[in-house]
C-alpha cells in the first residue's frame, strides 16, 4: 500500500522515492511493504502536522496528567500509527495502554484496565440495547450486508407491488470526509444525553453469556455475548432466556452457559463515565500526550457506533422525508440516496454537499457521484466536482454495483484490479496445507454467497446466474493463489483427486448457500417461475475454473481432462433454455474485472 501525495513531497529528495512510488501505486492488501526509515519518518511527520489541524489536538500539561491518574479509573491512551493509502495516509490509533501507565505495578495497571475495558463494554452494549429498542436514533444507519439486504429488499419489495413499470430513479452518493475526526465533543455529548436520559436513572441489567456451538464442518467455536435488559423485560431465570434467545437466533446444536448478571449499572452512571471518556480521550504521539479536542478515536469499540448515532440525529433533525417513495442508506459515513424524484435528489445533494458544521460535516467532493446532471443554476455547492454519470447503468457503491434501471445487485469487483489474491489470503503452510486450503477456501466462498446476489425476488434469474459464475470465478483465482503456496511435497499432480474434490465441494456448497437464500422457492421443480437447477451450478462451477486454471496448464494438467468431461456431461442434461443463458453471461467481455488481477 502506498501515500502518494506524502511520496511525491519527498520526490525531490531522494531518487529512490520514484521507483518505490511506481512499486506500491496498487493497494496490495496484507501484502508486507518496506520504507527508508529517513523516508518514513518525513511521511510520518506529514501524517502528524495533517492530524493536528484535523482533530485539533492540545498538549496535556503534566498537572492535568496526574490528574487523570488520580481518578478512579485511567482513560485510555491512545497510540498513533499511519496506513499509508493512494492519496495520503489514513490515521489509525490503538487503544492498548494508559495515561501514565509506567507508574503503576502491573497488578494496579491490570485492574484499571480491566475496570475500564468492563465499563466501555457496558457502555457498548447500553447504547446498542437503546439503539434496538428505538430504531429512529440510528437514522438509516447499516452495519454490514445484513442491514443493507434488509433495507434494499424492503424498498426493492415496494417499488415492485406498487409499480407496473418501475420509475426512473436518481442515484446520490456522498462520503463524509474525516467523518471520525471532525464530530464536535458538544454535539455528541447532546445525542448520547438524549439516547441515555441520565435524569431518569434507568437501571440496566447486563447478562454476559457464553455459547459453545457445533459448526456444519464438525469444528466447535465459542461466543461471549452481553445481554442488556432493564427491570421491565428483564428474565430472571436462564431457561426462559434461552427460549427468547431462539426466537431471534440459532442455538442448534449450541450450549448456553451464564457468566454473570449486574444490575448496578444506571443511565447516569453511564453517562458520567462517557463524558470523562470523550472528554479525556488522549492521543499519545512520539512519547508527548495530546488531548483530543474534537473527533472520536477510531480504535475503539464504541467508535462506529458513535459516528452512527451522531449522523442518525443529523438526519432526524435535517433530512426528514427526504427518502419518500425511495431508500436513504448510510454504512457509517457513506449515503446513498435512491428516490423517484429529482427535487429531492437535488435537494439532498445541497443540504450535504453545503455543509453542516453543527456536526462537523463537510462531505468529500472527489468521491460524490450521480446518476443525473447537475448545473450551476441548481445552486449547489463545488457541484463540478462530482462525478455527474447520467448514462450509467450500474452504480457503484460499497462493494455493490447497482442496476440504476431494474435495481438488482451485482458485487462490485474492480478492487481486486492490480491486486494480488495471495495478499488477500492469510495461508497457513504445514503439515495439513491441503486440509488448511479447503477450510479457508470454504469460509471464503460462503462470505461471497450473500443474499444480496443471490435472492432470485429483487435480481433475476440472469442476474443470479452472473453473481454466482463470477463468485465461481473469483473462488478459481482463490484455489491457484493457495495452490501457489502449497509445500513442494503437496504439489497439485500429487493428488489431483483431492484438488477437484475441492473444486466439486465449491459447486455444491455455493448451491446450498443459494437453496437457503431463496427457501421459499423450488430451484429444481419443473415450471419453476426461476429454475435454477444444481447442474446449472456445476456446470458454471467448471467452467470457471476451467477459463481460470487453463492459464496455468503446466501446473494443472491432471485437472483440466476430467473437469472438460463432467462440464460436457453437464451440457447434455441441461435444459437447451438455461444453457443458453449461461452461455450469455459467461461471455469473457462481462468479466473484465479479472483481466488485471495480479495472480
Not at 476451467?546 to 460436457?568: A, D, F, G
Request: with cysteine; glycine share 4%; proline share 3%.
Amino acid at each position: 500500500m502506498a501515500g502518494r501525495g506524502p511520496l511525491a513531497v519527498l520526490r525531490g529528495c531522494y531518487a529512490e522515492t520514484l521507483a518505490l512510488e511506481a512499486f506500491v501505486q496498487r493497494e496490495q492488501k496484507n501484502m508486507l511493504f518496506f520504507y527508508r526509515k529517513v523516508i518514513w519518518s518525513r511521511l510520518e511527520n506529514i501524517g502528524i502536522r495533517n492530524h493536528f489541524a484535523t482533530v485539533h489536538l492540545r498538549v496535556l500539561p503534566a498537572e492535568e496528567t496526574e490528574a487523570i491518574q488520580q481518578k478512579k479509573y485511567v482513560t485510555a491512551a491512545s497510540k498513533l500509527r499511519f496506513i499509508p493509502k493512494r492519496n495520503g495516509l489514513r490515521p489509525i490509533v490503538k487503544m492498548d495502554s494508559f495515561v501514565g501507565s509506567k507508574k503503576f505495578s502491573k497488578g494496579s495497571r491490570d485492574r484499571k484496565a480491566h475496570y475500564f475495558n468492563t465499563r466501555l463494554k457496558n457502555l457498548f452494549s447500553v447504547l446498542n440495547y437503546e439503539s434496538t429498542v428505538n430504531s429512529s436514533f440510528l437514522g438509516s444507519s447499516v452495519f454490514g450486508k445484513d442491514d443493507i439486504y434488509k433495507a434494499w429488499k424492503n424498498f426493492v419489495s415496494k417499488v415492485l407491488d406498487s409499480n407496473d413499470r418501475l420509475p426512473h430513479f436518481y442515484f446520490v452518493k456522498a462520503d463524509v470526509s474525516g467523518a471520525y475526526d471532525t464530530i464536535p465533543h458538544d454535539k455528541l455529548v447532546e445525542v448520547i444525553l438524549q439516547i441515555l436520559n441520565p435524569e431518569e436513572r434507568t437501571t440496566y441489567c447486563i447478562r454476559r453469556y457464553a455459547v459453545i456451538k457445533m459448526c456444519t464442518n464438525g469444528q466447535v467455536r465459542k461466543y461471549y455475548r452481553r445481554h442488556v435488559a432493564t427491570f421491565k423485560d428483564f428474565i430472571s431465570y436462564m431457561g426462559p432466556f434461552v427460549s427468547s434467545l431462539q426466537e431471534s437466533t440459532s442455538l442448534e446444536n449450541a450450549i448456553v452457559i451464564e457468566q454473570s448478571l449486574s444490575f448496578n449499572e444506571t443511565s447516569s452512571s453511564l453517562f458520567d463515565f462517557f463524558l470523562q471518556t470523550i472528554r479525556n480521550n488522549v492521543l499519545e504521539i512520539k512519547g508527548r500526550c495530546y488531548l483530543q479536542c474534537c473527533g472520536i478515536p477510531q480504535g475503539s469499540i464504541l467508535s462506529t457506533l458513535l459516528c452512527s448515532l451522531c449522523y442518525g440525529d443529523m438526519e432526524n433533525k435535517l433530512l426528514c422525508g427526504i427518502q419518500q417513495d425511495g431508500v436513504l442508506i448510510r454504512l457509517i459515513d457513506d449515503f446513498l440516496l435512491v428516490t423517484p424524484h429529482l427535487s429531492q435528489a437535488k435537494d439532498f445533494l445541497r443540504t450535504l454537499a453545503a455543509g453542516i458544521p453543527e456536526y462537523g460535516f463537510s462531505v468529500n467532493t472527489g468521491k460524490m457521484a450521480v446518476n443525473f446532471l447537475v448545473d450551476d443554476d441548481d445552486d449547489i455547492p463545488g457541484c463540478s466536482q462530482f462525478k455527474q454519470l447520467p448514462d450509467c447503468r450500474m452504480f457503484q457503491w460499497c462493494g455493490l454495483l447497482l442496476d440504476t434501471q431494474t435495481l438488482e445487485v451485482y458485487c462490485d469487483y474492480s478492487s481486486y484490479a492490480s491486486t494480488s489474491i495471495r495478499s488477500s489470503l492469510v495461508f497457513n503452510s504445514s503439515r495439513t496445507a491441503g486440509k488448511n486450503m479447503k477450510s479457508k477456501l470454504n469460509t471464503v466462498l460462503k462470505l461471497k454467497c450473500h443474499s444480496l446476489f443471490l435472492d432470485l425476488q429483487i435480481n433475476s434469474l440472469r442476474t443470479v446466474f452472473m453473481n454466482v459464475y463470477k463468485i465461481f470465478l473469483l473462488q478459481a483465482y482463490r484455489f491457484h493463489a493457495c495452490v501457489l503456496q502449497l509445500p513442494f511435497n503437496q504439489q497439485v499432480r500429487n493428488n489431483p483427486c483431492f484438488f477437484l474434490r475441492i473444486i466439486s465441494d465449491t459447486a455444491s456448497c455455493c448451491y446450498s448457500a443459494l437453496k437457503v437464500k431463496n427457501s421459499g422457492s423450488d430451484l429444481e421443480a419443473k415450471g419453476a417461475s426461476n429454475p435454477f437447477p444444481s447442474e446449472a451450478a456445476e456446470w458454471l462451477c467448471y467452467h470457471a475454473f476451467i477459463r481460470k486454471l487453463s492459464k496455468h496448464k503446466v501446473i494443472y494438467k491432471c485437472l483440466l481432462r476430467p473437469l472438460q468431461m463432467c462440464e460436457l456431461k453437464l451440457f447434455r442434461k441441461i435444459p437447451k433454455t438455461t444453457m443458453q443463458l449461461l452461455k450469455a453471461v459467461t461471455k469473457p467481455s462481462l468479466c473484465k474485472d479479472f483481466k488485471d488481477i495480479l495472480d
